[in-house]
């Protein structure tokens, strides 16, 4: 299983962009990066995912360099609600039982 | 559609009782998941069906955990006894087959043993 490390907090301020990188060293070649955000009182909500290079959506970007030992999440011009923990996972497509949810990153956007 | 839910939203009930969470997943989708989240351990798969057949369930702590799907639109995730150790909150989650890991999270069910 591949394991990622993340760091336990972080903070920010209302309009930055906020960049959050997530360390899997050794992520196999059938792997994919997916992210996840997760409000107090809530269920976690997929934000993104990605094998390589990067992916944009309508919330967030993914970075993905070509050694994929790294991902970063990047969220634009952050506002207070999204202040949450942001989870990156790291599994081969189908693997469910092999997806794990760490401690996650807590982010918190002061006004 | 609703979203995933589930019921109820809280329970608290003393040790030894059984207990019952229920899931009725978002319509159409072939995979539902059930997870536990406390703060020692994080967010831990317990079991998973695909088209209603569990497909994994090493993750069940222990036998007195059971979790049944007897349709597409509704699965439980049963504790007989509970122990106060089984305080949690306890995610359904329900998603499509494909090349994704976008799972839809229902709220929880907040579990307390006393």
């Known amino acids: 299983l591949a394991k990622t490390t993340q760091p336990i907090s972080m903070d920010s301020y209302e309009g930055q962009e906020v960049n959050i990188t997530c360390s899997h060293n050794n992520i196999a070649t059938n792997d994919y990066i997916t992210w996840y955000q997760q409000f107090p009182s809530q269920g976690p909500r997929f934000i993104i995912q990605g094998y390589k290079t990067k992916v944009t959506n309508e919330v967030a970007s993914l970075f993905i360099p070509a050694d994929r030992k790294s991902s970063t999440l990047s969220l634009p011009r952050v506002s207070l609600s999204d202040t949450a923990v942001y989870y990156c996972l790291v599994g081969p497509l189908g693997g469910y039982n092999k997806l794990i949810f760490g401690a996650g990153t807590r982010l918190a956007v002061h006004p | 559609d609703a979203g995933v839910i589930q019921s109820p939203r809280h329970e608290v009930t003393e040790m030894g009782q059984e207990v019952t969470l229920r899931c009725k997943p978002i319509s159409g989708h072939d995979y539902l998941f059930w997870y536990r989240q406390t703060m020692m351990r994080g967010l831990e798969l317990l079991i998973y069906f695909n088209n209603n ?11 007195r955990f059971s979790a049944k799907m007897p349709n597409a639109s509704f699965s439980t995730l049963k504790i007989q006894p509970s122990e106060p150790r089984d305080s949690a909150v306890y995610f359904c989650a329900s998603q499509l087959a494909g090349t994704s890991y976008e799972q839809y999270f229902g709220p929880g069910t907040r579990l307390t043993v006393t």
């Not at chain 2, 057949?53 to 036998?63: C, F, H, L, Y």
């Open chain 2, 53 to 63: 057949v569990p497909i994994d369930d090493s993750g069940m702590p222990e036998d």
